[in-house]
């Protein structure tokens, strides 16, 4: 079966950085996106950044300039270095890949990772 993987979450101080990183391996191919979202306590989950091909990506407002989606060529991977942190960032991070089953087919294939937790605290 297919398996998104995040890492790299843990605890910052505000104003420090984290690198998340996502791996998608297993029965999906065809990648067409990855995203990070993240959901803090009390909120809805919402989309913090996406790569879409090989070189658009988007960000939420609230992180522009502070954090960078990236990827690999193949889009199997893709990183989210978050900058200049702040308390509101703290938030479980998901990474989602969208592709489809098997390289012969393009039927829709959504795929999340289970969490990272990211904690800015001083």
């Known amino acids: 079966q297919a398996q998104v993987v995040e890492s790299g979450g843990g605890l910052v101080q505000p104003g420090g950085s984290l690198r998340l990183s996502c791996v998608a391996s297993g029965r999906i191919y065809n990648i067409r996106n990855m995203a990070w979202y993240r959901q803090a306590p009390g909120k809805q989950r919402e989309v913090v950044a996406t790569m879409i091909g090989a070189?658009?990506?988007?960000?939420?407002?609230?992180?522009?300039?502070?954090?960078?989606?990236?990827?690999?060529?193949?889009?199997?991977?893709?990183?989210?270095?978050?900058?200049?942190?702040?308390?509101?960032?703290?938030?479980?991070?998901?990474?989602?890949?969208?592709?489809?089953?098997?390289?012969?087919?393009?039927?829709?294939?959504?795929?999340?990772?289970?969490?990272?937790?990211?904690?800015?605290?001083?």
């Open 55 to 122: 070189s658009t990506v988007t960000y939420a407002p609230s992180v522009k300039g502070r954090f960078t989606i990236s990827g690999d060529s193949a889009k199997k991977s893709t990183y989210l270095q978050m900058d200049n942190l702040r308390v509101d960032d703290t938030a479980v991070y998901y990474c989602v890949a969208r592709g489809s089953e098997f390289p012969d087919s393009y039927r829709f294939l959504e795929v999340w990772g289970q969490g990272t937790l990211v904690t800015v605290s001083s």
